[in-house]
């Protein structure tokens, strides 16, 4: 088995498949804790939120592809009203009253969604399109996998352009860098905020629908994922997009590949590299700020 | 019009007053939230030393609570000890864990304490709970209590069990609130206050952090091994990360920094969940509604409420002497 070649492909794939999903969970929260200041431990709740409005408009509509478009888009709306009720206000608070009303957050989105969707595990098919495998040492990959790591690919690239070729991007980098500066030359760094808000939902709703079809919905699936990603996000450095990729990168090749080398460790290796990271580094690996 | 200091002091009287006769009457459901109510007091007095009086507000507490609970339950079911020395081992085995982690975070500060206190405590319970010796995520079952039968007490009765925490939790304030007044705690809430003014004194601000949170650890640890004692069984449960947010949760509701706030918090957040659960299961739900609330409300908890009352009660009672001096 060690010295398998498709074993170890396999492997590597499902490290990235992971990673690829850890990024897209990370990357919003990353760019709002650098932009705003602001940890919302929330975030894996709107991941849940992605998977169930998910789970609901596939079954509604009968497609998985509405839901892939749609669950997103619900969850950003989501986002953007706790935006105006809640998290507006919060943002000049301290870190220890931001966690205290992320955590109730986080327990109001856990009953709603057993209230909603009840305290059993859901499941989403794999779209028509995409059930089916490749063969790789007489095992089938599947191809919804295969389609997990594009999509991430995707998305980073999307990402890089925007954050790094464009007008949007220059005056989110330049609100991580120094919100203040950047509001007295003149830009809006509200507006800013709030709409990097809302797009980093949106990111969190499609990771979580996304996923659905691979792993089950419950309620507490995003309480689960919320720390991997808050691990992320410390590993990387806030508010970089370099950070988040290596961070989601790391975290998730860890988690497998210790998953399959050392059973009885893996999971402790993830939180070890976070104290680790913590004590020698706190800025994280690639800190957005000097 | 009563002095703070007076008033912590009544406030702690009265509450040990309620809680023996609340031991003594209630029915053996009322017995058991009582245990509940006490054994979070504790862990919460343990928080809030940390958290209102160090500065180190952590959320991996549940992670030493748990490790204590755990530490006798091994040592007891396992390896045969009695339990004095089960507990009294469980106890300093938590001390130095807390010691290292304080030592090894004395540095870190605000949102990323937060998270590397999140990180040690999820590294013990990930370790709990994959770990089959330890029962995995079954837990461990079959924990005996303490065996006080050498001065008639039996504390298998769920009364004398209430009374033996109840006499705990007292020490365990009285002890604090000693602490608070030595020449330690005095230093450890200047480090807290201005850390460059205490540093410029010459104090070693990692050897103060990591010894307050060896105490911390350690009295965390002592309402592990209660728990484990009050249950009889052990589940990773303890360790859990939301259970060291509900802690915190406890703490900020009742008053950070009062140390009598947090057994206040304790007792109500406890009730309020039993009350709701009564109605619904679904009493997390207004948890979270009324923490969101209590925070946006900008309030300082309910021991700053009862400060707050007080004052306006002595306003009231000054007001005519004013009135003839003027």
């Known amino acids: 088995m060690i010295t398998d070649y498709s074993f170890w492909t396999i492997q590597l794939l499902n490290g990235l498949q992971f990673s690829m999903l850890l990024f897209l969970l990370s990357v919003g929260l990353s760019i709002i804790f650098g932009l705003m200041n602001f940890v919302n431990l929330a975030h894996g709740s709107l991941y849940a939120l992605g998977a169930f409005t998910g789970y609901t408009f596939a079954k509604l509509l009968g497609s998985y592809w509405a839901a892939f478009f749609l669950a997103p888009v619900a969850v950003a709306l989501v986002g953007a009203i706790l935006y105006q009720l809640l998290i507006k206000r919060m943002r000049s608070a301290s870190p220890l009253n931001q966690v205290l009303v992320t955590f109730g957050l986080l327990f109001v989105f856990l009953d709603v969604f057993r209230f909603v969707w009840g305290d059993f595990t859901l499941g989403i098919d794999t779209p028509e399109l995409l059930n089916f495998g490749f063969a790789m040492g007489g095992q089938l990959y599947p191809a919804y996998r295969l389609f997990i790591i594009f999509l991430g690919l995707i998305i980073m690239a999307a990402l890089w352009l925007v954050l790094e070729r464009t007008n949007i991007g220059a005056m989110i980098r330049a609100g991580v860098d120094n919100g203040e500066m950047a509001a007295c030359l003149g830009m809006n760094v509200n507006k800013v905020f709030f709409s990097v808000f809302c797009v980093g939902c949106a990111l969190a709703g499609l990771a979580g629908v996304v996923a659905a079809p691979i792993f089950s919905v419950y309620p507490g699936m995003g309480i689960e994922l919320l720390v991997p990603t808050l691990i992320v996000v410390v590993i990387g450095g806030l508010g970089s997009l370099r950070g988040v990729i290596a961070g989601s990168m790391l975290v998730g090749m860890i988690q497998t590949f210790g998953q399959v080398l050392a059973p009885q460790v893996a999971s402790m290796l993830v939180y070890a590299l976070l104290a680790a990271t913590l004590i020698l580094r706190p800025q994280g690996l690639f800190p957005a700020r000097g | ?326």
Request: aromatic share 12%.
């Open chain 2, 1 to 326: 019009m009563i002095k703070q200091e007076t008033l912590r002091t009544f406030l702690a009287v009265l509450l040990v007053i309620i809680a023996v006769i609340y031991a003594v009457n209630a029915g053996y459901f009322g017995k058991e939230i009582l245990a509940e109510i006490l054994l979070f007091a504790i862990l919460a007095m343990s928080l809030d030393f940390l958290a209102g009086f160090g500065g180190m507000v952590s959320l991996g507490h549940a992670a030493l609570y748990g490790t204590g609970a755990y530490f006798y339950a091994v040592l007891t079911v396992n390896y045969g000890w009695n339990a004095p020395s089960a507990m009294a081992a469980a106890i300093f085995f938590c001390g130095i864990a807390g010691w290292i982690v304080g030592a090894a975070t004395a540095r870190v500060r605000g949102i990323f304490f937060i998270m590397a206190t999140l990180a040690f405590g999820q590294m013990a319970y990930v370790y709990v709970f994959e770990n089959r010796a330890l029962g995995g995520d079954d837990g461990m079952s079959g924990i005996p209590r303490l065996d006080l039968s050498l001065v008639g007490i039996d504390l298998v009765d769920p009364t004398n069990f209430d009374i033996f925490l109840i006499v705990v939790a007292a020490f365990v304030f009285i002890f604090l609130m000693w602490l608070l007044k030595s020449g330690f705690g005095r230093t450890l809430v200047g480090l807290h206050r201005n850390e460059m003014r205490m540093r410029a004194l010459g104090l070693s601000l990692l050897l103060h952090k990591a010894a307050a949170f060896a105490i911390a650890g350690g009295i965390a640890g002592l309402a592990g091994t209660l728990a484990a004692q009050h249950a009889m069984f052990v589940s990773p449960d303890y360790l859990d990360w939301k259970l060291s947010g509900l802690v915190l949760i406890i703490v900020i509701l009742g008053g950070l920094g009062s140390l009598i706030g947090p057994v206040l918090g304790a007792a109500v957040v406890i009730i309020l969940k039993h009350q709701i659960s009564a109605y619904t299961e679904h009493w997390a739900f207004f948890i979270g509604v009324f923490l969101i609330i209590a925070v946006l409300a900008g309030g300082h908890g309910l021991y700053d409420l009862l400060v707050k009352l007080n004052k306006r009660a002595r306003r009231k009672a000054t007001k005519p002497e004013e009135v003839v001096d003027a």
